[in-house]
């Protein structure tokens, strides 16, 4: 596998991710006599806040298996701000990690033995069942317990965080990180692009852009507001250039995908969704210059779409 293959998995995967910072609120003072519930809620919250503090520590010390082990057994005795912080720093870490992992992976041995047993899609506990070696059902295993899955592109199998692993905090973490969580499941779940090819149908990149604009009207001071802008740039791209094994504009003719003109048209009908959204309102500008050039890529087409969403 050439380095370069190797460089652009790992920084498609790698995203700057900021971390909130609040203020716990203090126990009682000593002074006050503390009995039966108050007493019991002062334990409670003594023991939540060394909970907090040994699970950061885990994070920055420990492999993100153990540590997320750790916040899996104990989130419910944190509070929710507490919760919060700790699954999005279980993120960041497991984000850190990827690096190191997919180099393990990229192993001579563990690679070949992978690209022979791994089947697209299918979970990692999947594949470990698959082997009885040792070597690659270690490695496998501490991909599992870090909350990572496989995927393949461009000729490697590799580690993508698996978000499916984080539904099990959502009740116990603020409302945006759940949202959050929400659309990174989609996310790893059904990769949107493979090799250069968009593995989704035109529609279902007009959902998540939906999804994604939603959450960052919703939660405009949210921790990961920033990267969600990231991914609502990256869908109108999408929309608006499509990839190089899944052009938008057909390379014999130039003419739009027929697909995509059926997905913008259905996303488009309902006229009230369209006044209600900053992204269909882009999306109906783009289409009517479609219409006009009756679906064709030509300058006023090419010109329109480097205005309306630059690649640089």
Do not use: C
């Amino acid at each position: 596998m050439s380095k370069s293959s190797k460089t652009a998995i790992t920084a498609i995967l790698a995203l700057a991710l900021s971390v909130q910072t609040g203020v716990i609120a203090s126990a009682a003072p000593a002074s006050v006599p503390q009995t039966g519930t108050a007493a019991l809620s002062s334990k409670a919250t003594a023991f939540g806040n060394a909970v907090y503090a040994k699970a950061n520590k885990l994070l920055k010390e420990a492999d993100v298996a153990y540590a997320k082990s750790y916040i899996t057994k104990h989130i419910r005795s944190v509070t929710p701000y507490q919760a919060t912080m700790l699954v999005l720093r279980l993120e960041n870490a497991a984000k850190d990690a990827l690096s190191a992992k997919t180099e393990h992976v990229f192993q001579i041995g563990i690679q070949d033995k992978l690209m022979k047993l791994y089947k697209y899609g299918e979970p990692i506990q999947t594949t470990l069942n698959k082997t009885k070696d040792e070597t690659l059902r270690k490695e496998l295993i501490n991909l599992r317990d870090s909350g990572y899955r496989l995927h393949t592109s461009e000729g490697v199998v590799y580690p993508i965080i698996d978000y499916t692993t984080f539904k099990s905090y959502k009740p116990y973490i603020q409302k945006d990180a759940q949202a959050y969580i929400d659309i990174m499941i989609v996310e790893s779940e059904k990769p949107a692009v493979s090799d250069a090819a968009l593995v989704i149908p035109w529609s279902e990149v007009i959902e998540r852009g939906i999804a994604q604009e939603a959450f960052i009207n919703t939660y405009p001071k949210s921790n990961r507001v920033a990267d969600v802008k990231l991914k609502l740039h990256f869908t109108e791209s999408s929309l608006f250039y499509g990839y190089n094994n899944t052009p938008l504009f057909k390379y014999e003719d130039n003419l739009l995908d027929p697909e995509a003109r059926q997905a913008l048209d259905q996303a488009l009908k309902n006229s009230e969704a369209v006044s209600n959204s900053s992204l269909l309102k882009k999306l109906k500008s783009w289409s009517d210059v479609l219409e006009n050039n009756k679906d064709k890529l030509n300058q006023e087409v090419e010109q329109y779409r480097a205005k309306a969403v630059p690649l640089d």
